[in-house]
């Protein structure tokens, strides 16, 4: 049974759009989709713990930053508009948070486009958004090769594989706009793993791997590690997209 709305969104007794929790909010971005302009959000915390997360003190200690406050979010958008397409909505990991489907809503009311950052983790809540109309595309960082010891030792926590394959089903299914992605670590990823994936996800719309940033990695035995060449990465992209697409 498809979830609505009402389901997910449990808010407790009282709760107001003042308890909506953003803790980042840039103006302008050309890189986080693809031939569009957007705006970001970041909502607070995760349900994955990568060891090689740039954005570990938004996941972990949230309470670093200020809130920001919805009223003057949508003020910026409203007079934005017309210059930038959308927004997107990171963290984090913004599908464990109940009042998402209704942060959406407001952003759509003003007639912007909406891009999801997800993990995959919560198939539900991504299924409903899509149902619901809510987003436009999704991003979903694939963390390995679909085996339990290799996702485990990525996202450093234990996690449902199932619900991130329900996810993957989902959205090679076509019905929204998708991109899947991997963030490639020395340390946890070698060519076979990205090919054996590749495999794995044949028939998607794409798999893009991102070199990993070794300046502030959350686990601090990966800081200053070297990555991979981007030459090499180049060179992988291409061997992978000629598996997904065949």
């Given at each position: ?11 407790p ?80 990991e ?99 793993d ?26 601090e ?20 997209a ?5």
């Amino acid at each position: 049974m498809e979830l609505t709305k009402r389901e997910i969104v449990h808010f407790p007794q009282g709760m107001t759009w003042e308890d909506i929790k953003v803790k980042g909010f840039l103006e302008t971005s050309f890189v986080d989709w693809a031939g569009k302009v957007v705006s970001v959000l970041f909502l607070p915390g995760c349900n994955f713990r990568c060891p090689y997360c740039h954005n570990h003190l938004l996941v972990l200690n949230p309470e670093q930053y200020e809130d920001i406050s919805l009223a003057h979010i949508v003020g910026r958008l409203a007079e934005l508009k017309g210059w930038v397409d959308g927004v997107c909505i990171s963290g984090g990991e913004p599908t464990i948070h109940p009042h998402l489907p209704l942060l959406i809503e407001e952003i759509k009311a003003l007639g912007f486009l909406v891009k999801l950052d997800t993990n995959g983790s919560q198939p539900h809540v991504l299924r409903s958004l899509v149902n619901e109309g809510l987003v436009d595309f999704v991003a979903m960082d694939v963390k390995a090769p679909l085996d339990e010891i290799s996702y485990t030792r990525t996202a450093g926590v234990l996690v449902n594989l199932e619900r991130i394959k329900e996810s993957i089903s989902f959205l090679q299914k076509g019905r929204i706009e998708y991109q899947f992605r991997i963030t490639v670590v020395p340390a946890l990823h070698r060519e076979e793993d990205l090919l054996k994936l590749a495999l794995q996800l044949r028939g998607s719309s794409s798999l893009t791997p991102q070199n990993f940033n070794p300046q502030d990695p959350l686990d601090e035995n990966l800081k200053g590690t070297s990555p991979y060449p981007d030459e090499w990465i180049r060179e992988m992209e291409a061997r992978i997209a000629a598996i997904v697409n065949s």
